[in-house]
């Protein structure tokens, strides 16, 4: 029967950086996150876009993309999409310490349900305060850590006063013309 | 064969396997024990829940706080105030994510998903996600005050 490796994080990041996939380490166990597809991709891209333009008009922070955070012990996890409010400097070259304040999720069919909660979990666990899990299939967004509504669809609004007072968009234009 | 409705769509369960069942009643076991006698609330397995509009929702098993009047032969208006879900394999993402929405939308204030497999219980509250696992304790000193148990004692045999 074979043990687990468990890996610390100083280990993990003497890996050398794969190509085309990404590496988490969840409480010292290696994990492979594959590549999105190309839906995942554009609808991750497209957000991305919209909130970096968002966040460096209006000066509330930083937004980055497929960047490794060092959530807490060994667990680093790489959220597609992450905004970190201004205030807190990231290291320009080491593993930022801690949960970006935003981590958005985008949904492949690939992706398991308990895969997704302990994820959620651990961001939650290391100061995130709100994550979105976006589902380009059914075109809906779900949003963990707020006192509110938590599906948002069609014409409803993707807002986040707190974090992101003024950002609105409506999600359908989110998934326009996704394949 | 039972059935939920989402918003006007009916959605059929699909029949749960043995390992679905010991948990859920062990659960429910520990909570009815637990409350019986303490007028804190009441807890039931498999009760739907009208909880707005076209949508109809059956959590394996609901807590409802004392002081809510549930009538006793008619479909409760409205969600329980913690909701358990035991988990499937067949269970995707954004069926329990779009159950717990549901769920939250209607005046849930928790929803605990708890997953056999994995021996791990998620707690899903208005603030955020934790997880449970082990010897760790499953309390909810809110809606609950008084109860807890370790995490695996749900999975353990009967």
Same mark, same amino acid.
Request: charged residues 25%; negative net charge; glycine residues 8%.
């Given at each position: ?179 | ?60 098993? *609901?807590? @409802?706080?004392?002081? #809510?009047?549930? +009538?006793?032969?008619?479909? $409760? !208006?409205?969600? &329980?105030?913690?909701? %358990? ?41 208005? *603030?955020? @996600?934790?997880?449970? #696992?082990?010897? +760790?304790?499953?309390?909810? $000193? !809110?809606?609950? &005050?008084?109860?807890? %148990? ?9």
């Amino acid at each position: 029967m074979a043990t687990k490796t468990l890996l610390t994080v100083e280990e993990f990041l003497r890996l050398p950086e794969p190509l085309d996939f990404a590496y988490e380490l969840v409480e010292g166990e290696l994990i492979t996150v594959s590549p999105g597809m190309f839906r995942h991709n554009q609808v991750r891209d497209r957000l991305l876009r919209l909130l970096a333009a968002f966040v460096e008009e209006h000066r509330l922070g930083t937004v980055v993309s497929e960047q490794s955070f060092h959530l807490f012990g060994n667990t680093v996890r790489v959220p597609d999409v992450a905004f970190v409010r201004s205030g807190r400097t990231l290291p320009p070259d080491k593993l930022p310490e801690g949960a970006p304040d935003l981590a958005i999720e985008v949904i492949s069919p690939t992706n398991t349900l308990r895969e997704m909660d302990r994820r959620v979990s651990d961001f939650f666990g290391a100061g995130c305060k709100r994550v979105w899990l976006v589902y380009p299939e059914h075109r809906e967004i779900y949003i963990r850590g707020a006192a509110i509504e938590v599906c948002r669809r069609g014409d409803d609004l993707l807002e986040d006063p707190e974090l992101l007072p003024g950002f609105s968009v409506k999600v359908s234009s989110l998934f326009g013309d996704v394949s | 064969m039972r059935y939920e409705l989402a918003e006007g769509e009916l959605i059929s369960l699909s029949p749960t396997m043995p390992e679905h069942h010991d948990v859920r009643d062990t659960l429910l076991v520990a909570l009815r024990n637990f409350l019986a006698g303490r007028g804190l609330g009441r807890v039931w397995s498999e009760q739907a829940f009208h909880l707005f509009g076209d949508t109809v929702r059956i959590p394996d098993i *609901a807590f @409802v706080r004392a002081g #809510r009047s549930i +009538e006793p032969r008619q479909l $409760p !208006e409205g969600a &329980p105030d913690l909701a %358990v879900e035991v988990i499937s394999p067949s269970n995707t993402p954004r069926e329990i994510d779009r159950r717990i929405s549901d769920y939250f939308a209607a005046g849930c204030r928790r929803v605990w998903l708890v997953y056999p497999e994995h021996r791990e219980v998620y707690v899903h509250g208005l *603030a955020g @996600v934790v997880c449970r #696992r082990g010897d +760790e304790l499953l309390e909810d $000193p !809110e809606l609950i &005050p008084g109860f807890s %148990v370790k995490a695996s004692s749900l999975f353990e045999p009967a």
